[in-house]
Nanobody, 123 residues
Framework: QVQLVESGGGLVQAGGSLRLSCAAS????????VAWFRQPPGKEREFVAT????????YYTDSVKGRFTISRDNAKNTVYLQMNSLKPEDTAVYYC????????????????WGQGTQVTVSS
């Protein structure tokens, strides 16, 4: 099975940018649909973006459209989340998740999860 490790989180001012990485080991990430979820303080984990195995199908939650970009480099066994124009409400722990079959916007569709990386956006 695949192991996923997130990196790239940190503290940034509002309007700034961060790029998160989700690195896979154990199995090639090209066999998984991959999503990013986030869990704001005191709230439920929520869907952010997903990308299909080929990279041809991508979905975003409305609140990040036009600001975040999900991408993948299967040769590097990594999926990325480029986050621009960050807002304080983007503050959360960000998780990547993998699904060997079709992955949508529900947490239940993803079998494999990383440990998360903290993103804090100051106003």
């Amino acid at each position: 099975q695949v192991q996923l490790v997130e990196s790239g989180g940190g503290l940034v001012q509002a309007g700034g940018s961060l790029r998160l990485s989700c690195a896979a080991s154990g199995r090639t990430i090209s066999t998984y649909n991959v999503a990013w979820f986030r869990q704001p303080p005191g709230k439920e984990r929520e869907f952010v973006a997903t990308i299909s195995r080929s990279g041809m199908t991508i979905y975003y939650t409305d609140s990040v459209k036009g600001r975040f970009t999900i991408s993948r480099d299967n040769a590097k066994n990594t999926v990325y989340l480029q986050m621009n124009s960050l807002k304080p409400e983007d503050t959360a722990v960000y998780y990547c998740a993998g699904a060997p079959v079709a992955g949508g916007m529900s947490r239940n569709e993803y079998n494999y999860w990383g440990q998360g990386t903290q993103v804090t956006v100051s106003s």
